[in-house]
C-alpha cells in the first residue's frame, strides 16, 4: 500500500474533462442503461401506456425489451470505465480523482446490469439521472465547481469507505511501510486496513458525508477555479496543530525532566 495523503492532481481539476472515444462510449452506456432502467419503471411505463395511442402501442415492447438494453449498457459501461480506472491509476496513482470517478461509473454499470431484471434496476436508473441532474443544476447555478454527477458520488462514497480516504488505507499504509513493503509487508497492510475500515465503518460514513457536504460548501463559496479537497486541508491543518501542540508539550516535559534531574 502506497503513501497515504489527501493531494490531487491538478490537471484534473480545471475545466470540464475531456473524454477519449472510450469516456465517450462509456458516458454513452451509463445514459442509455440509466434510462433504459428509468423507462421500465411501472409507473413511468403506466404514464407511457396512457399517454396516448402511439404512447400504448409502443409501451409494451419497449418495457419488454429495455431490462435488455439496460443489460447490456451496464456491462459495456462497466468494462469501460473499468478499463478507465486502471489507466487512470496508472497514470495518477492511488489518489487520482478521476480514477476513482471511473470506479464509480464501473461499479454503477455493473449494478445496473445485474438489477435490469429487477424492480432495482429501475430505481437504481431513475436514482442516477436524478443525481446527474441534480449535479448539472448545481454546476449551472453555483459555479461549474459545484458541479458533480452520479459516478463520483458513488466513487468518492467507495474510496472514503475503502479507499485512499479511509482510516484503513491509513493504517495499512503505515504498517506496510513500517515492515519495509515487500509481499509479506504489503499482505500485513492490507490485513490491517481491512480490519481497520470494518472496525471504523461507522467513522468513515461520517467522514465521507461530511468531507463531501464540506467540500461541495466551499467548492461553491470559492471562486478560485478547480475543485479543492476543503475537508482534507483541514484535517491536515488539525493533525498538524495536534502535532505541534504535542512536540511542544513533550519538548517542555523533557526540560523539566532536565531540570529536576540537574538537582540531584
Wanted: proline share 3%; no cysteine.
Amino acid at each position: 500500500m502506497g503513501e497515504h495523503g489527501n493531494g490531487h492532481e491538478g490537471g484534473e481539476h480545471g475545466g470540464g474533462e475531456h473524454h477519449g472515444p472510450l469516456g465517450l462510449m462509456g458516458h454513452i452506456a451509463h445514459y442509455v442503461g440509466a434510462g433504459a432502467h428509468a423507462l421500465h419503471h411501472p409507473a413511468v411505463h403506466h404514464a407511457l401506456e396512457h399517454a396516448g395511442k402511439f404512447g400504448h402501442a409502443v409501451a409494451g415492447p419497449l418495457g419488454k425489451a429495455l431490462p435488455y438494453v439496460g443489460a447490456v449498457a451496464g456491462t459495456a459501461q462497466a468494462g469501460i470505465e473499468g478499463y478507465e480506472a486502471y489507466e487512470a491509476f496508472k497514470q495518477g496513482g492511488a489518489h487520482s480523482d478521476k480514477a476513482w470517478e471511473k470506479v464509480g461509473g464501473s461499479v454503477l454499470g455493473g449494478a445496473g446490469a445485474a438489477l435490469s431484471f429487477t424492480p432495482y434496476g429501475a430505481a437504481l436508473g431513475l436514482g442516477e439521472l436524478a443525481v446527474d441532474g441534480l449535479g448539472a443544476l448545481s454546476g449551472k447555478v453555483l459555479g461549474e465547481d459545484a458541479s458533480f454527477n452520479s459516478a463520483q458520488v458513488v466513487g468518492g462514497a467507495i474510496r472514503g469507505m475503502v479507499g485512499d480516504k479511509s482510516l484503513g488505507w491509513q493504517a495499512g499504509s503505515a504498517v506496510s511501510n513500517a515492515l519495509g513493503g515487500g509481499f509479506w509487508g504489503n499482505a500485513a497492510g492490507v490485513a490491517t486496513g481491512a480490519v481497520t475500515n470494518a472496525v471504523a465503518a461507522p467513522v468513515n460514513a461520517l467522514n465521507t458525508v461530511g468531507g463531501g457536504i464540506v467540500n461541495w460548501v466551499g467548492n461553491a463559496l470559492d471562486s478560485t477555479p478547480g475543485k479543492q479537497d476543503y475537508w482534507g486541508q483541514g484535517l491536515n491543518a488539525v493533525g498538524g496543530a495536534i502535532s505541534s501542540g504535542a512536540g511542544a508539550v513533550g519538548r517542555g516535559l523533557g526540560r523539566a525532566a532536565n531540570w529536576v534531574g540537574s538537582l540531584f
